[in-house]
């Protein structure tokens, strides 16, 4: 059997993807979900085979949810809006689906998955703007089994370790499978400086620049904790700040 | 009429003139009579002249050289023909001691006409690219004010065509209810595309068209509650100008809350003008990415466009719940 959940918040959306999965015999839907909080909860829970997604749901979109996935099962897509499509197939999607969709189309997408080699592993879908004009204006993390939304202007800083990134607030860290390389995209330039192979800095949060050691320097937050600032970094901090 | 009186006046005080130097009656009206006519010739020319040539302002000195050009002749011919048309000898001494004076006199007349002109032709030309100008810009803002309006989503299109596409096999009668109040909602709002104003019941009827079409899609956690006073419903208002902000209030409840969401419209009149109040709730701690205001935004610079005023909407948040009021002053 394919274990399915469908999310999406509209409950007619919900029902097309029913009808059109009533004809497959070894198909069983586990759950479905109207929001993203919900889907986590129930990816986490049933461990899905294949999920269909909506993009634009209450709270966090459905590319905020993925990234909160360490395993992400395949994803079709189903949304109104094509300008997620890039996005979509960038991460890997399996398919998308434009609503509103005929069943053929439906079925299409359906024999994509049928085709895959079993155990294919789906990769870690990563923090990108959802449009390609667009930069970030939030980051979506999971303490425990709870999602936070973290604004932008409450973290002070980001630190790489191996394949996960920790977002610190003024009194909270909270890891995130991520790359600063990604987020280095995601971000604003003009915002977030990347000063040191490991770390990521707010340019608001900045106290001073020091000299340190013998042609080195480091950064003092207005918290006082201090960050590396490497060869290649300077240049960059001395950008966004214009001196 | 009048140029025909204005002209037996001029003759009548131009005759006098003369009599009072000492010419008689019959001599002074010929006299008169033939200057002036060759005075309004001279005119007649200028002015065709001037039907074709408008000078430069470099070529200012043309207001001066076309008078003494056109006045030499005139004086001149006016001079031997009268010399020819009188046999009087005393006449004929007057004629050639008031040479000098009667040219300046031509123009002089020349002169002013020619200054006329040139002012009227520049005041003409000023008038027309004013008109222009206007029309350019009333173009310019019917363009902008056509895109403004016509911002409307097309995911809602998509979306509810999908809500249609699964009620077709479930609740067929609801499916065919959605066709209709969809095409109503539509036709609404692209008629509407061509008026200007509309009256606010009919407003209200597309807009509540829209929710009502929203509600299949969300129904299970979308109220809605409308209040407005029957004596709001002749007020005019621009078209479709509450429709983004409805769609405002609806795009962040829904997707910024999670459980059951109302929003609400209230019109009512103050002081000859019509507010609209639209109420949703909304998380502050959301930090959605699709808060961009830009419904927001095109309806101020809408109103803006239409009344002149900045200070039509007004937003406000009080315990979680977004407020736009919105103030339509009536023009009639």
New interface residues.
């Given amino acids: 059997m394919i274990k399915v959940i469908l999310i999406d918040?509209?409950?007619?959306?919900v029902?097309?993807i029913r009808?059109y999965l009533s004809g497959h015999m070894d198909i069983e839907i586990l759950a479905t979900c109207h929001?993203g909080?919900a889907g986590f909860k129930a990816i986490q829970e049933h461990q899905p085979d294949l999920i269909f997604l909506d993009v634009?749901?209450?709270?966090i979109?459905g590319f905020e949810m993925l990234e909160l996935l360490e395993n992400p099962p395949a994803v079709i897509f189903t949304t109104?809006?094509d300008e997620y499509a890039i996005k979509a197939f960038d991460n890997h999607a399996l398919d998308y689906l434009?609503?509103?969709f005929s069943k053929d189309r439906f079925d299409r997408a359906l024999q994509k998955f049928r085709h895959q080699l079993p155990g294919t592993q789906h990769p870690h879908y990563n923090s990108l703007?959802?449009t390609e004009e667009?930069k970030?204006?939030?980051i979506v993390v999971k303490t425990g089994n709870s999602i936070r939304?973290l604004?932008?202007k409450d973290i002070l800083y980001m630190e790489a370790s191996d394949d996960y990134v920790s977002f610190c607030t003024q009194s909270e860290k909270f890891l995130k499978t991520q790359t600063l390389k990604s987020l280095e995209r995601g971000l604003d330039a003009n915002k977030f400086v990347r000063i040191h192979r490991s770390y990521m800095v707010q340019v608001q949060q900045i106290n001073k620049i020091e000299p340190y050691e013998k042609d080195g320097y480091v950064v003092v937050l207005n918290n006082g904790k201090r960050l590396p600032v490497s060869k290649t970094g300077y240049p960059k901090l001395k950008a966004a700040l214009g001196f | 009429m009048i140029v025909l009186a204005a002209f037996l006046i001029w003759i009548a005080a131009v005759t006098y003139l003369l009599y009072l130097y000492g010419i008689p009656l019959s001599y002074g009206i010929v006299d008169s009579t033939l200057a002036t006519l060759l005075i309004i010739g001279g005119w007649l020319l200028l002015e065709n002249i001037f039907l074709f040539y408008s000078p430069k302002k470099s070529n200012f000195w043309m207001i001066l050289v076309l008078p003494i050009v056109l006045g030499v002749p005139i004086t001149l011919v006016l001079n031997m023909v009268l010399h020819f048309l009188i046999e009087n000898t005393v006449y004929h001494t007057f004629l050639s001691e008031a040479l000098a004076v009667r040219g300046a006199m031509v123009f002089v007349l020349l002169t002013a006409f020619t200054i006329i002109a040139v002012i009227y032709n520049r005041l003409e030309d000023q008038l027309k690219s004013r008109e222009r100008e206007e029309v350019a810009l009333k173009m310019s803002r019917e363009a902008e004010l056509y895109h403004l309006r016509s911002q409307l989503q097309?995911?809602f299109l998509?979306?509810s065509?999908?809500?249609?596409?699964?009620?077709m096999?479930?609740k067929p009668d609801k499916a065919r209810e959605m066709v209709f109040q969809l095409s109503d909602f539509l036709r609404g709002t692209i008629r509407k595309g061509a008026e200007q104003w509309v009256d606010f019941s009919e407003e209200l009827k597309t807009l509540k068209l829209y929710l009502e079409i929203e509600k299949?899609?969300?129904?299970?956690r979308l109220q809605i509650t409308v209040n407005s006073l029957p004596e709001t419903d002749g007020f005019q208002l621009p078209a479709l100008i509450l429709q983004p902000l409805v769609e405002n209030a609806v795009k962040f409840g829904?997707?910024?809350?999670?459980g059951e969401v109302t929003i609400s419209i209230d019109a009512v009149s103050k002081g000859g003008s019509l507010y609209v109040v639209i109420c949703n709730p909304y998380?502050p701690?959301?930090?959605?990415?699709?808060?961009s205001g830009f419904g927001l935004n095109a309806v101020r610079r809408r109103l803006y466009l239409l009344f002149g005023r900045h200070d039509l909407v007004r937003t406000e948040t009080i315990d979680n719940i977004f407020t736009v009021t919105l103030t339509i002053p009536q023009l009639r």
């Fill in positions: 918040d509209e409950p007619l959306a029902e097309v009808e929001d909080f634009q749901m209450p709270k979109s109104a809006f434009l609503k509103p703007p959802e667009g970030l204006q939030r939304i604004p932008l | 097309p995911h998509f979306n065509l999908n809500s249609i596409n699964a009620l096999i479930s299949v899609r969300f129904g299970h829904l997707y910024g809350m999670v998380d701690t959301d930090h959605s990415p699709q808060g």
